[in-house]
């Protein structure tokens, strides 16, 4: 059953315009949240992180937003660019079952110039 | 950020065979580390979580005799997958979590292995 859900498994954006990538989930005892970056063959990239008494986290260009009511999270960057063009994954924790990452499918990005 | 190593990055084998990877955490000590498989345009999916001198904690439908894990120390774990069969093939990646600050609740991926069982 997935508990994380990246319902758009594509986004395409201009360079230097947003990218807004959503994430929903269902366990409300989530307590900490991480979106990852990945190319292909490659292991994910942290990116970002959000505690669950939080609603926003800021590095950067990166930035994401926590809606504990809608069980809703999204990651904001700006400005997008080329380099950016990757598959992110956001993913779920909950401290007290070990820690072990409970992943959403996944959102390809493609930044065009 | 911190970095977790894996090798070997590619490897193809016949079936049959057992297969060794091997996951370090090369500027952290690991407590804790995860394996995850994924298939093509696929998430990625836990197999088993390990933790340092203790067995592993295999996920449902994971045969934990197919695939041997071991933490043997804070910064190395192995993952053995024996009599390697062509459905074997995958992406395997560990990532590594430590024992507080930044390396609590965050895990860091290896870069991943590409297993090929012919």
């Known amino acids: 059953d997935q508990q994380v859900k990246q319902n758009s498994p594509s986004l395409s954006v201009q360079e230097g315009r947003i990218s807004i990538l959503n994430c929903d989930y269902t366990n409300s005892m989530f307590d900490y949240f991480l979106w990852y970056k990945k190319y292909p063959a490659e292991g994910p990239t942290f990116l970002i992180s959000i505690s669950s008494i939080k609603d926003k986290n800021e590095d950067g260009r990166f930035t994401v937003f926590l809606n504990k009511s809608a069980k809703h999270l999204s990651l904001h960057i700006v400005p997008s660019q080329p380099g950016d063009s990757a598959v992110y994954f956001c993913?779920?924790?909950?401290?007290?079952?070990?820690?072990?990452?409970?992943f959403g499918k996944g959102t390809s990005l493609l930044v065009t110039p | 950020g911190a970095v977790v190593s894996q090798h070997p990055s590619r490897v193809i084998c016949k079936s049959g065979t057992s297969v060794k990877i091997e996951c370090r955490s090369l500027d952290f000590q690991a407590t804790t580390m995860f394996w995850y498989r994924q298939f093509p345009k696929q998430s990625l999916m836990l197999m088993a979580t390990?933790?340092?001198?203790?067995?592993?904690?295999?996920e449902q439908g994971v045969e934990k005799d197919k695939f041997l894990i071991n933490h043997a120390s804070l910064t190395l774990s192995t993952l053995t997958v024996t009599s390697a069969h062509p459905e074997d093939s995958s992406f395997y990646i560990c990532?590594?979590?430590?024992?507080?600050?930044?390396?609590?609740?965050?895990?860091?991926f290896g870069p991943g292995t590409r297993l090929l069982v012919l």
């Open positions: 990532s590594a979590r430590g024992a507080g600050g930044p390396f609590l609740e965050t895990q860091y």
């Open positions: 390990s933790n340092e001198g203790s067995k592993a904690t295999y």
């Open positions: 993913a779920a924790i909950l401290s007290n079952s070990g820690y072990a990452l409970n």
